[in-house]
């Protein structure tokens, strides 16, 4: 069976890193549209909490308190940023401040890059 070369680093990337209660796996699935952050504990099997692109009401709830900030990004990747930062945000009130990041097989840039940005800007610690 052929697997995509993504797939195969995701695999090799997953058999390093484990998420816990205490410190859950921050992961990234990203589309050509969208992108996702889901908080997983893979001791029990269960999504902590999520966030998407697709959350009703993303940007209007984050905009005055990123604005001071000198953000450069326009488009999908602050639409990544702001994903990033609305998913530490629920961490914070779920009472978890570090996190382990899986990128998923995806290169640490762009996308990728600009979501990490936005949760540590909200205050996870990888």
């Not at 410190?23 to 099997?45: E, H, M, Q, T, W």
């Not at 998407?52 to 999908?76: F, Q, R, W």
């Not at 779920?94 to 998923?104: E, P």
């Amino acid at each position: 069976m052929r697997v995509s070369g993504r797939k195969r680093r995701h695999l090799r990337i997953r058999k390093r890193i484990k998420g816990t209660p205490e410190r859950p796996r921050l992961c990234v699935f990203r589309s050509n549209k969208y992108i996702y952050g889901i908080l997983a504990d893979d001791l029990n099997n269960k999504v902590i909490t999520q966030v998407s692109s697709l959350t009703k009401d993303l940007i209007t709830n984050i905009e005055p308190e990123i604005e001071n900030t000198k953000v450069e990004l326009k488009g999908k990747m602050l639409n990544a940023y702001y994903v990033g930062y609305t998913l530490a945000q629920k961490a914070k009130a779920l009472g978890i401040t570090k996190v382990v990041f899986d990128r998923a097989g995806y290169k640490y840039h762009g996308r990728v890059k600009a979501l990490a940005e936005g949760a540590r800007k909200g205050g996870l610690i990888f």
